[in-house]
């Protein structure tokens, strides 16, 4: 069984930035692509970013190229995601998601992921 606990979320203003991390328990082999997805008010949940854990090889959706960094500490069991150069359309929750095969990691489609926590707001006000 795998936990995830999110935190670092808040409210910033346009151009600001705020770093999520995600406390990860259980067996690694249970989580070998873990990612970062958001859902903003009456839309379906995307995938922001996800990363290999044995490699950290990362993918990125276009919306956020550039601006996010998706990264882990494999000491620490914590995923992170840095959020750089935010927008108002960046306003969403935030889950940190986890599954235990490699396949379709690149991919970021939450029906692929079988592990999520609770969230985390961010709001990017203009």
């Known amino acids: 069984q795998v936990q995830l606990v999110e935190s670092g979320g808040g409210s910033v203003q346009a151009g600001g930035s705020l770093r999520l991390a995600c406390a990860a328990s259980?067996?690694?082999?249970?989580?070998?692509?873990m990612g970062w997805f958001r859902q903003a008010p009456g839309k379906e949940r995307e995938g922001v970013a996800s990363?290999?854990?044995?490699?950290?090889?990362?993918n990125y959706a276009d919306s956020v190229k550039g601006r996010f960094t998706i990264s882990q500490d494999n000491a620490k069991n914590t995923l992170y995601l840095e959020m750089n150069s935010l927008k108002p359309e960046d306003t969403a929750m935030y889950y940190c998601?986890?599954?235990?095969?490699?396949?379709?990691?690149?991919?970021?489609?939450?029906?692929?992921?079988?592990?999520w926590g609770q969230g985390t707001q961010v709001t990017v006000s203009s």
């Open positions: 998601a986890a599954k235990p095969y490699i396949a379709y990691c690149a991919l970021m489609r939450a029906q692929h992921f079988n592990y």
């Open positions: 259980g067996y690694t082999f249970s989580r070998r692509c």
């Open positions: 990363i290999d854990i044995e490699n950290s090889s990362t």
